[in-house]
């Protein structure tokens, strides 16, 4: 089986169990991404589009990956430690249900027999299968929600999708579930529309460092979201304001 959870420590050593798809999220935005914005800041406005177009692009490719990622080893770690099939998610024991149903083979249904339940139901979400569950929808809401759903048994990511006023030190207001897919549905919108040429006059530097601050919100709120389904216990390893830029607007 593969290995999905990866340990890791923070300032002061206490272990701390984080995934691999929010440690290499992190690390893209803060190494790539990042430094992107502060070249931007520094120019004028007109000059600064295509790089914020290019900001903006990287972005959502980099949030798709995390959430597919995600998804992966959400999945994994539920089929490596749940001690009995039937514990897993609902969608994932109806689709290999339907599976072993279709298959003409007479004894496929063996091959859940004892603890290769384990090995069929990995082997049947691989990277090629999940891919397909991943793009059902296009990118946005609806698409996390489904993939998710399917692959952890979680009705709707986006129902983790908020937060308060200052509960995030790069987060500056208050944020409802239904304001979070607004943003997010928007943002989604944006690489489709940049690579038709598209005008977006409202893509200014302090919009795109918004789309970052809430992009990363979101992947904190995801995590929670898988980690409570895992058991694992929650950290602030995501919400450490040294990993984020400072988006107080410029005079």
């Given at each position: 089986?593969?290995?999905?959870?990866?340990?890791?420590?923070?300032?002061?050593?206490e272990?701390?169990?984080?995934?691999?798809?929010?440690?290499?999220?992190?690390?893209?935005?803060?190494?790539?991404?990042?430094?992107?914005?502060?070249?931007?800041?520094?120019?004028?406005?007109?000059?600064?589009?295509?790089?914020?177009?290019?900001?903006?692009?990287?972005?959502?490719?980099?949030?798709?990956?995390?959430?597919?990622?995600?998804?992966?080893?959400?999945?994994?770690?539920?089929?490596?430690?749940?001690?009995s099939?039937?514990?897993?998610?609902?969608?994932?024991?109806?689709?290999?249900?339907?599976?072993?149903l279709?298959?003409?083979?007479?004894l496929?249904?063996?091959?859940?027999?004892?603890?290769?339940?384990?090995?069929?139901?990995?082997?049947h979400?691989?990277?090629?299968?999940?891919?397909?569950?991943?793009?059902?929808?296009?990118?946005?809401?609806?698409?996390?929600?489904?993939?998710?759903?399917?692959?952890?048994?979680?009705?709707?990511?986006?129902?983790?999708?908020?937060?308060?006023?200052d509960?995030?030190?790069?987060?500056?207001?208050?944020?409802?579930?239904?304001?979070?897919?607004?943003?997010?549905?928007?943002?989604?919108?944006l690489?489709?529309?940049?690579?038709?040429?598209?005008?977006?006059?409202?893509?200014?530097?302090?919009?795109?460092?918004?789309?970052?601050?809430?992009?990363?919100g979101?992947?904190?709120?995801?995590?929670?979201?898988?980690?409570?389904?895992?058991?694992?216990?929650?950290?602030?390893?995501?919400?450490?304001?040294?990993?984020?830029?400072?988006?107080t607007?410029?005079?």
């Amino acid at each position: 089986m593969k290995s999905t959870i990866t340990e890791v420590e923070d300032m002061e050593n206490e272990a701390l169990f984080c995934p691999v798809a929010t440690t290499t999220f992190i690390k893209n935005i803060s190494d790539d991404i990042y430094p992107l914005l502060e070249l931007a800041s520094n120019e004028p406005d007109a000059t600064a589009t295509p790089l914020l177009k290019s900001i903006t692009v990287l972005l959502c490719s980099y949030w798709k990956a995390f959430c597919f990622n995600l998804g992966q080893e959400a999945f994994y770690q539920l089929v490596d430690t749940l001690p009995s099939a039937t514990q897993l998610p609902l969608p994932i024991k109806k689709t290999v249900a339907l599976d072993i149903l279709n298959n003409k083979d007479e004894l496929a249904v063996w091959s859940l027999a004892d603890k290769q339940w384990r090995d069929h139901v990995a082997n049947h979400f691989n990277y090629d299968a999940s891919n397909q569950i991943f793009n059902t929808y296009p990118p946005g809401t609806r698409q996390l929600n489904h993939y998710f759903q399917q692959l952890t048994g979680i009705e709707q990511i986006s129902d983790f999708w908020h937060w308060e006023k200052d509960e995030y030190p790069f987060l500056h207001s208050a944020c409802s579930v239904a304001q979070a897919c607004e943003v997010h549905e928007q943002l989604m919108l944006l690489p489709e529309e940049i690579s038709n040429q598209q005008n977006i006059s409202d893509l200014s530097y302090h919009a795109v460092c918004d789309y970052y601050a809430h992009t990363l919100g979101l992947a904190i709120k995801t995590q929670t979201a898988i980690k409570a389904l895992l058991g694992v216990n929650e950290t602030d390893n995501l919400s450490d304001s040294s990993s984020t830029p400072d988006f107080t607007h410029r005079d």
